[in-house]
Nanobody
Framework: QVQLVESGGGLVQPGGSLRLSCAVSGSIFSIYVTGWYRQAPGKQRELVAEITGGGTTNYARSVKGRFTISRDTAKNTVYLQMNSLEPQDTAVYYC?????????WGKGTLVTVSS
């Protein structure tokens, strides 16, 4: 079992920045990929960024160059630094952990980009 708790969402103006955090606990040793997904109203959930156990990162084309995924293994926390935010980035952001026994999800944190 893996537990994920997201934080850091909120309201930000276009062009602004936010940093999301995902606190990971439980069977951390079983995780091979940790990722951030988002779901905007009326749309399907989509991958934003992910980081493998070896540190390899992957980004959605729409966020490449603006968002950065990182992790602090000492704190068991994965971050998503979001810069140059656009209204289209408005969504609920979810943390996901892929393990040998399945996928685990957090409850999400809402990011609203609006003036």
């Amino acid at each position: 079992q893996v537990q994920l708790v997201e934080s850091g969402g909120g309201l930000v103006q276009p062009g602004g920045s936010l940093r999301l955090s995902c606190a990971v606990s439980g069977s951390i040793f079983s995780i091979y990929v940790t990722g951030w997904y988002r779901q905007a109203p009326g749309k399907q959930r989509e991958l934003v960024a992910e980081i493998t156990g070896g540190g390899t990162t992957n980004y959605a084309r729409s966020v490449k160059g603006r968002f950065t995924i990182s992790r602090d293994t000492a704190k068991n926390t994965v971050y998503l630094q979001m810069n140059s935010l656009e209204p289209q980035d408005t969504a609920v952001y979810y943390c996901n952990a892929a393990t040998v026994t399945g996928h685990y999800w957090g409850k999400g944190t809402l990011v609203t980009v609006s003036s």
